[in-house]
């Protein structure tokens, strides 16, 4: 249903760098959940950054679906 990467130091940071949700599966909550779990096992000495290239940026701003759930995150 949904994947999340990520690559960390072990020290501070941790950088979300793929998020997928399958298109059947969007608008369900499941971005969100991935993204709360990735926190969760890194535990409160880490700050998870998104990473999103401008490409996928423009998409997302194009096609409206993602763009909601992508400001709440980065507010």
Not at 14 to 31: E, H, T
Request: charged letters at 15%.
């Amino acid at each position: 249903m949904g994947i999340a990467r990520s690559v960390t130091d072990f020290n501070y940071a941790c950088y979300l760098s793929d998020l997928a949700v399958n298109k059947d599966y969007q608008k369900s909550g499941i971005g969100n959940r991935l993204q709360s779990l990735t926190q969760e096992q890194l535990g409160p000495r880490y700050k998870l950054t998104i990473i999103s290239s401008h490409l996928i940026s423009s998409h997302l701003s194009t096609s409206g679906q993602l763009v909601p759930w992508f400001n709440r995150v980065h507010t």
